[in-house]
């Protein structure tokens, strides 16, 4: 479709057209979208004398006098209206022609918050309009529009005049849909929303709930439902390898196992071996909170690959992590003679390249890594399963990436895996186009982690407590606050944590692991704390995700204040891995935010990580939840999956029927609410 919709649509390039490509509005169809953010009343006058203090009122008077103050430069109006009671407008910043335009004598109409000011009712920055005493006012509530600077309001109107006049509202949904949710039709709701009638609920209008205002959310679930089951759909069209549970392999590791697959985790690992066993390539989330045995499942996925003679890679985001899984899966693997490869950045170029060949030949069929994975010139000819821990950790392009080393034509099974768990509702519509497996279920045995917040003011006292529990043999992370801003720093504040606590612990053994060590020095940290060698690990955030060392059962975070929910919840799924009850300590530093002190709240109030991560989206709303991921996906502009919840399922329906049935409608909807962009998903 081209950028110009009608005639009187700004020339291509002029400054008003990149102004609107801003707003992401490039066609009158996509003006029709851009929906009021609010709206304002100004089909009614207040009498000055009535208007209550606090209130947004329209008032209609007469200036009696307008100057501008000394020394504190100010335009300050006196009007008065008909009934004589005066006001006071106030203006800090202005142009001059404000002050020709309230010359006394004109009749202005104001609209604003009613204050009690010094000069006695008065209000600040109004808008004003210049009018006739007694003109006609307006019929409909004002719409007021997202806008940029340079884009006045009075244009969005002007141009949505023409667009609303121009643009044809087809009616993509069936009548029988429309009746059985209530919902008007599209070219009713939209002139409601842009123009609404004077006899509108103007509660609900403003609120959000108000049927034309549901209709369209409905429209926008829809065709986000549908793009993402197109999505999914296209990629399920390609060519897998079907590997077929032979369970050679995986009979073998679960029958050397230390311990019993939980039923969760058994559940969820026959959703992956049927995926597996398909000739279109599986893309499935694994969620299961910190703790909950993910590992194993993704071993015995992967030795599926092998038993049928296959490739599989397992990528982490971190180093640390990556070797953990490493040693995991070949103390696993070793006895059954499997060998497994060790890609990640910090190994020596010697020993990379062997690794290399090893997998170039397909004589190694499993591989663990960090990125190292997609960056260095790996092959992996055989390569039919990916699976990728910590999966919100990583891009799309990265995952993309991943995909691509396959070289045999067919594209690899996908698995991602992540801790933090997903709301039902997005769930259900941002990660549509995912087949979902969830380990709600923990192994046996676990105690749950005892949470205490404590101002830095007690630090000595924590550092007490500390040493009394470490000499009784117990072990300890010690987090260092996160410095977003600068890593440099970061790193000085970490070996400040780790001199400070030596130096007042000299009866413990304290390490220090962060990013910057060399690969050896981690893992000779890593080692010696897991074999119980050191009492403390100061640590920065590099052992947030995935690390199990089941003995440490106390850690104390600093600064906690400054860490995400899902941060502090994976950090203290560190500890309470083993039999023995941990606890965490949140060391803050008062006064705290209003997000800091809800954040504490809930991770103090709770254990469990799919509640945290719905109070996680009510506290940073979705964008922010979904984060790395978002990037090409469409992100809904008017449905609020909390507000609108009782949408989703009847949208899920409609889009299958209409997938299904009407490919006139669907080309209908794509084209009106993306203009045939469909980005990323497509891939
Ligand atoms: P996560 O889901 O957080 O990645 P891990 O896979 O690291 O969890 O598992 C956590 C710990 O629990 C590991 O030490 C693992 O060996 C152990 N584990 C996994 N499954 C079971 C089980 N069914 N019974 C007992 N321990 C288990
Ligand atoms: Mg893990």
């Known amino acids: 479709m081209s950028g110009t919709g009608g005639a009187r649509w700004p020339a291509k390039g002029s400054r008003q057209a990149n102004l609107l490509a801003r707003l992401d509005i490039h066609r009158l169809e996509d003006l029709v979208l851009h929906l009021p953010l609010r709206y304002e009343d100004e089909t009614r006058l207040t009498p000055i004398g009535q208007a209550q203090v606090g209130a947004s009122v329209q008032i209609e008077a007469e200036v009696l006098s307008c100057e501008v103050t000394r020394p504190r430069r100010q335009l300050l109006a006196r009007l008065r209206d008909e009934a004589g009671s005066e006001i006071v407008a106030r203006w800090i910043n202005f142009y001059p022609s404000l002050q020709k335009q309230l010359a006394p004598g004109h009749w202005v109409r104001l609209f604003g918050e009613m204050r009690g000011g010094f000069f006695g009712v008065e209000m600040v920055h109004p808008r004003h309009r210049l009018v006739d005493k007694g003109e006609a006012l307006p019929q409909t509530l004002t719409p007021v529009y997202p806008t940029t600077a340079g884009l006045g309001q009075s244009t969005l109107r002007r141009l949505l005049d023409v667009a609303l006049e121009t643009v044809p509202l087809d009616e993509p949904l069936p009548a029988t849909i429309l009746q059985r949710l209530a919902l008007p039709g599209f070219a009713e709701a939209i002139h409601t929303l842009h123009r609404p009638p004077p006899n509108v609920d103007t509660r609900m209008l403003m609120e959000r709930a108000h049927p034309a205002w549901q209709r369209i959310k409905f429209e926008e679930l829809l065709v986000q439902q549908v793009s993402l089951r197109r999505a999914y759909n296209a990629r399920r069209a390609h060519e897998a390898v079907s590997l077929l549970p032979r369970g050679m392999l995986t009979h073998a590791l679960r029958e050397r196992l230390p311990f019993a697959l939980t039923s969760a985790q058994r559940r969820v690992m026959d959703e992956i071996a049927i995926d597996l066993a398909a000739s279109h390539p599986m893309q499935r989330l694994l969620q299961g909170d910190v703790g909950s045995g993910k590992t194993i499942v993704a071993a015995l996925a992967m030795l599926q690959a092998a038993e049928n003679g296959w490739q599989a890679v397992l990528m982490a985001p971190t180093e640390i992590l990556a070797e953990q899984h490493y040693r995991k899966l070949a103390s696993w693997l070793d006895p059954l003679g499997i060998g497994i490869a060790w890609l990640s950045g910090g190994r020596r170029k010697r020993e990379r390249e062997a690794e290399l060949a090893r997998l170039r030949s397909g004589e190694c069929l499993l591989a663990v890594g960090t990125h190292a994975l997609i960056e260095t010139p790996v092959d992996l000819p055989r390569l039919a399963l990916a699976v990728i821990d910590e999966q919100h950790r990583f891009g799309v392009r990265q995952r993309l990436a991943l995909r691509e080393k396959g070289t045999s034509g067919a594209r690899p099974h996908m698995l991602m895996m992540s801790a933090t768990p997903i709301p039902r509702t997005l769930a259900m519509t941002h990660y549509a186009d995912l087949d979902v497996s969830t380990l709600n279920e923990l192994p046996p045995g676990r105690t749950p982690v005892h949470t205490r917040l404590a101002s830095t003011a007690r630090r000595a006292e924590i550092i007490a407590r500390l040493k009394a529990a470490c000499l009784e043999g117990r072990q ?135 509640a945290i991560a719905r109070e996680d989206l009510h506290i940073r709303g979705p964008g922010e939840f979904i984060g790395a991921r978002q990037s090409g996906l469409p992100l809904l502009r008017y449905a609020d999956l909390e507000q609108d919840d009782a949408l989703i399922e009847p949208a899920r329906e409609l889009a299958g029927e209409l997938l299904a049935n009407d490919p006139e409608a669907v080309e209908k909807l794509l084209m009106r609410w993306l203009g045939g962009r469909e980005g990323l998903l497509r891939a």
């Open 476 to 610: 300890a992370y010690w987090v260092c606050p996160l410095i977003e801003e600068s890593e440099a720093l970061q790193l000085k504040t970490a070996l400040e944590t780790w001199e400070t606590l030596k130096e007042a612990l000299p009866e413990l053994r304290i390490g220090l692991i962060h990013g910057r060590l060399k690969a050896e020095e981690k893992t000779a940290t890593m080692t010696a704390f897991a074999a119980g060698e050191l009492h403390v690990l100061v640590a920065t955030t590099v052992i947030e995700v995935g690390v199990d060392v089941p003995r440490a059962s106390l850690m104390v975070i600093e600064h906690a204040e400054r860490f995400g929910l899902a941060q502090l919840h994976q950090l203290r799924g560190r500890v309470g891995r083993g039999t023995a009850q941990s606890s965490c300590i949140l060391l803050y530093e008062p006064p705290l935010s209003g997000t800091a002190r809800a954040r504490l709240k809930v991770i103090f109030e709770h254990n469990d990580g799919f």
